[in-house]
């Protein structure tokens, strides 16, 4: 606008223009205050939306879900093939300990229920005896401990353990000897005789405290294992015959009544090694533990001392202990040559070469062999298609048949 046509203008002239853009900004502010307050609303609407909503897995504003333990990340004992808390136990020293099962008052043992591994076979008579494989060991009491065999050491042998026993049959100690192994013999810096008269001489223990200072005294700080082929906890959940029963009904019609996949179920195993009850086992399953509760033939539950604790001194287990039923997750028969020994006394079982084996778990039976091939290697446990079987993870219980004996299920 120039000068003059400002000059011409007159007093209400003004006015009325300055009305007017008064007017025209007005409802400029207006519209935006409107739009303003739709957008917030809008945006006030899709934020709570987003919060309220379900969460989906799926959408990209869903809180991430935090990360589960995976079977990869898991560290599993060479040993029992369990979980382990700490990945550190994983090769943790390990001992073998000979461990009687007279009725001499060996009975009821102390800790054994914390073995890993046992291994059970005639030492003399008819009278069994275990060796007993423990790893990171929690026991304050553990035993008694008894005298070695050549055939325990032999299946001791993979374990890469400390051999603990109180003497031995010659050739047993010979081969200690010879063959570079862990040794801890009677000794009273990491044992102590119990003073109860009636186990007579079936009173000589140990502690776990004893058997790891042991191996921190002589630098045994860890045990390679050469373990069992092991399913996964998971892998043998799947495995116990009331999954295989609730699979085959969703998959199998009635009319069918195809039990295959099943394979031969098991309430009950007996184990005769040929001489007195006293020593003949029999198990129970239990579907809800997933264990097998071990017995005698005599009726009797094979009961031991559990001893929590590791280190409340030199006691007696009934002083300390509460007993408790031995029940493995995993029962092994292995058929064996046996025969007597040199002295006609003492028994000469063949450790090293093969034969027929029941393995069983998870409420089933698999018959097949068993195979060593040398002193150093592990068992393994083939099936009659020809794989090795995998074992499930916990306590296995490995008794060592005679081809004079029998196994009833």
Not at 12 to 34: G, P, T
Request: proline share 4%; with cysteine; glycine share 10%.
């Amino acid at each position: 606008m120039d000068e003059k046509t400002t000059m011409n203008l007159t007093s209400e002239d003004l006015v009325l223009d300055k009305s007017s853009a008064k007017r025209k900004w007005r409802k400029k502010d207006l519209v935006f205050l409107i739009c303003g307050i739709v957008g917030l609303i809008g945006g006030i609407g899709c934020l709570l939306g987003n919060f309220l909503k379900p969460v989906d897995e799926k959408s990209e504003l869903a809180f991430p879900a935090i990360p589960s333990k995976t079977p990869k990340d898991e560290a599993y004992s060479n040993l029992t093939g369990e979980v382990l808390s700490d990945s550190a136990f994983k090769d943790a020293p390990v001992f073998c300990i000979q461990t009687p099962n007279g009725t001499d008052g060996a009975r009821p043992q102390a800790g054994l229920n914390e073995a890993g591994v046992i291994f059970e076979a005639i030492a003399e008579a008819g009278i069994t005896r275990f060796a007993a494989i423990y790893q990171n060991p929690t026991s304050a009491v553990i035993g008694p401990i008894r005298s070695l065999r050549l055939y325990y050491l032999q299946w001791d042998t993979p374990f890469d353990c400390t051999i603990v026993h109180a003497g031995g049959a010659d050739d047993a100690l010979a081969a200690v000897a010879s063959g570079g192994y862990k040794d801890l013999t009677e000794n009273y810096s990491y044992m102590y005789r119990g003073t109860y008269g009636s186990r007579l001489w079936n009173n000589l223990f140990t502690t776990a405290s004893y058997l790891k200072k042991f191996s921190a005294d002589r630098g045994y700080n860890k045990s390679e294992i050469k373990g069992f082929k092991r399913m996964t906890p998971a892998e043998s959940e799947k495995k116990r015959v009331d999954s295989l029963v609730v699979r085959k009904l969703d998959i199998v019609k009635p009319a069918d009544g195809d039990t295959s996949e099943l394979g031969v179920t098991v309430d009950s195993v007996g184990i005769r090694f040929g001489g007195s009850a006293n020593f003949n086992v029999k198990y129970a399953y239990d579907k809800d533990s997933n264990t097998y509760k071990r017995s005698y033939e005599n009726g009797l539950a094979h009961d031991v001392y559990q001893c929590p604790g590791e280190d409340l001194g030199e006691k007696n287990p009934e002083d300390a202990c509460k007993l408790t039923q031995m029940a493995p997750s995993v029962v092994i028969a292995m058929v064996v040559k046996e025969s007597k020994a040199r002295d006609n006394y003492h028994e000469d079982i063949t450790a090293v070469g093969s034969g027929e084996a029941y393995i069983f778990q998870n409420g089933t039976v698999e018959k097949g062999k068993w195979e060593k091939s040398t002193v150093s290697d592990q068992i393994k446990f083939i099936g009659e298609s020809g794989e090795e079987i995998a074992l499930a993870p916990g306590q296995t219980f490995i008794s060592a048949v005679p081809n004079y004996g029998s196994v009833d299920y």
